[in-house]
């Protein structure tokens, strides 16, 4: 199977390294973390999740900016061993509360007898929270989640809370470090706070035309629940009860209504393990005793026309000799209440392009602009978008020398990247959680959150 194991920083320190069988030369950490730091000066593009390098297969994932690292010499599946990097992760998270270079080098020892557990001379043994939980005995050492490296805002969503909200109690707001909790460690007193986490995440792709009609559309989403309740109690979770599995040949979204009520049609979907479905089909409710640690209730996708968060205009234009200008304009589509974190704007610029002026909107705050010359890419960052408002970045190009060819074909597409807390694209709801009660005192608390962000957000000029 795997020859060695090893986590490492974007620094490239060597946090953690298990040689399981003795095939692989010592040196192949620095070896990969070289040909992956400079594989963009080869064509432009990231290190693909496996490489090849003098007879050895690389295979890695980047969680939390953090790279988990598999080498053999044998021709395994690719597939496999990228499985079992995310659930070393997600196992080594469970046990730690929350994942990043300070949690692992404090709790190495913890890590390593993990490690130990999960993979026995390169084969993989047992990935699952609950079942190792009888095979460890270290304890956990807390660490505070604000005190990682500034991350993407993927990995910032695997470490923090991004406004969850308890559903037997309104609009209050989870302590920030409630979702970090390690699945083995206690309040302090010794007392387990009761508490159970569901997300419901969805990252769509939409391919907008030049006239801005939507091309492609689709949802990719999944419901992952977190359990800290001690007995593993029942749990049903209820979905909306519209809810339609496979394609029924027309819109599911009502543009007339502002509310965007309307049934909801997921093309397909898959459960976990545990979940039951004796009464999915009667009343859209699932059922299921959940395991220890971090899982996903159930996979879904979504093809059916659904109304996009963001709406933009892009346009570029000749403005005289050697110059041309470009506007972007970027509308969000949903709830004032709402607030979108973290928005990217990138637009590929002609290739003769060699100096960009920005002129942003009066009182414009939280906003970054960018030219990279190497690339020709022009950047937008807006730190906040609140919903129903409108913002627009304006540029000046300059040009080296004349171009036949249409600036408008050699420009674009723009793409847009965001996350979106309490937000949701497909319009899926929890409409209850519900726990099989021990006594009539035994009322844990039960968190929701849902978060929408952008997997391809494209838009042709």
């Given at each position: 199977?795997?020859?060695?194991f090893?986590?490492?920083?974007?620094?490239?320190?060597?946090?953690?390294?298990?040689?399981?069988?003795?095939?692989?030369?010592?040196?192949?950490?620095e070896?990969?973390?070289r040909?992956?730091?400079?594989?963009?000066?080869d064509d432009?593009?990231?290190?693909?999740?496996?490489?090849?390098?003098d007879g050895v297969?690389?295979?890695?994932?980047?969680?939390?900016?953090?790279?988990?690292?598999?080498t053999?010499?044998?021709?395994?599946s690719?597939?496999?061993?990228?499985e079992?990097?995310?659930?070393i992760?997600?196992v080594?998270k469970?046990?730690?509360?929350?994942?990043?270079?300070?949690?692992?080098r404090?709790n190495?020892?913890?890590?390593?007898?993990?490690l130990?557990?999960v993979?026995d001379?390169?084969y993989?043994?047992n990935?699952?929270t609950?079942?190792l939980k009888s095979?460890i005995?270290?304890?956990?050492?807390?660490?505070?989640?604000?005190?990682?490296?500034?991350?993407?805002p993927?990995?910032m969503?695997?470490?923090?809370?991004?406004?969850?909200?308890?559903i037997?109690?309104?609009?209050?707001?989870?302590p920030?470090?409630?979702?970090?909790k390690?699945?083995?460690?206690?309040?302090?007193?010794?007392?387990?706070?009761?508490?159970v986490f569901v997300?419901?995440?969805?990252?769509i792709?939409v391919?907008?035309?030049?006239?801005?009609?939507?091309?492609?559309s689709e949802?990719?989403?999944?419901i992952?629940?977190?359990?800290?309740?001690?007995g593993n109690p029942?749990?049903?979770?209820?979905?909306?009860?519209?809810?339609?599995?496979?394609?029924?040949?027309?819109?599911?979204?009502?543009?007339s209504s502002?509310?965007?009520a309307g049934?909801?049609i997921l093309d397909?979907?898959?459960?976990?393990e545990?979940v039951?479905l004796?009464n999915?089909d009667?009343?859209?409710?699932?059922?299921?005793v959940?395991?220890?640690?971090?899982f996903?209730?159930?996979n879904?996708?979504m093809?059916?026309e659904?109304?996009?968060?963001?709406h933009?205009?892009?346009?570029?234009?000749?403005a005289?000799?050697?110059k041309a200008?470009v506007?972007?304009?970027?509308?969000?589509?949903?709830?004032?209440?709402?607030?979108a974190?973290t928005?990217?704007?990138?637009?590929?610029?002609p290739?003769?392009?060699?100096?960009?002026?920005?002129?942003?909107?009066?009182?414009?705050?939280?906003?970054t602009?960018?030219f990279?010359?190497g690339n020709k890419?022009?950047e937008?960052?807006?730190?906040?978008?609140v919903?129903g408002?409108?913002h627009t970045?304006?540029?000046?190009l300059?040009?080296s020398q004349?171009?036949?060819?249409?600036?408008?074909?050699?420009?674009?597409?723009?793409?847009?990247?965001?996350t979106?807390p309490?937000?949701?694209?497909?319009?899926l709801?929890v409409r209850y959680?519900?726990?099989?009660k021990?006594?009539?005192?035994y009322?844990?608390?039960?968190?929701?959150?849902?978060?929408?962000?952008a997997?391809s957000?494209?838009?042709?000029i």
């Open positions: 199977m795997i020859s060695q090893f986590v490492l920083s974007q620094r490239g320190d060597n946090i953690v390294f298990r040689d399981y069988r003795g095939e692989v030369p010592k040196g192949s950490a070896i990969f973390f040909k992956v730091k400079f594989w963009k000066n432009g593009e990231e290190a693909p999740p496996v490489f090849n390098v297969n690389y295979l890695h994932v980047k969680v939390a900016g953090l790279l988990f690292v598999a053999t010499r044998i021709n395994v690719p597939a496999l061993v990228l079992l990097l995310q659930r992760a997600r080594i469970d046990y730690l509360g929350i994942l990043n270079e300070d949690s692992l404090k190495f020892v913890l890590v390593y007898e993990l130990d557990e993979i001379f390169g993989p043994q990935t699952s609950e079942v095979f005995f270290n304890e956990p050492i807390v660490v505070d989640a604000g005190r990682g490296p500034s991350l993407s993927a990995a969503f695997m470490l923090s809370p991004l406004g969850f909200e308890v037997q109690q309104g609009s209050k707001r989870m920030g470090t409630a979702v970090t390690s699945v083995v460690a206690n309040e302090p007193g010794g007392r387990k706070r009761e508490e997300d419901v995440i969805e990252k792709s391919t907008f035309s030049a006239s801005g009609y939507i091309l492609t949802i990719d989403g999944t992952q629940m977190k359990s800290y309740l001690t029942e749990i049903r979770l209820a979905l909306n009860e519209d809810l339609s599995i496979g394609r029924s040949g027309h819109s599911s979204y009502d543009y502002s509310s965007g049934m909801v397909d979907c898959n459960f976990h545990s039951r004796d999915f009667l009343d859209r409710t699932l059922t299921l959940p395991p220890d640690g971090e996903p209730v159930m879904f996708r093809t059916q659904f109304k996009p968060p963001f933009v205009n892009a346009l570029i234009e000749e005289g000799s050697l200008e506007m972007l304009k970027v509308r969000a589509d949903f709830s004032s209440t709402i607030s974190n928005v990217a704007l990138h637009m590929p610029l290739k003769h392009t060699t100096r960009v002026s920005f002129d942003l909107e009066s009182g414009a705050v939280g906003q602009t960018d990279k010359e890419m022009l937008w960052g807006l730190r906040k978008i919903g408002s409108e970045l304006r540029a000046k300059s040009f004349e171009t036949n060819m249409n600036i408008t074909k050699e420009s674009g597409p723009v793409s847009m990247t965001f979106i309490m937000y949701s694209a497909s319009r709801q959680l519900q726990i099989v021990k006594s009539r005192t009322n844990p608390y039960r968190w929701v959150r849902y978060v929408t962000q997997n957000y494209v838009v042709r």
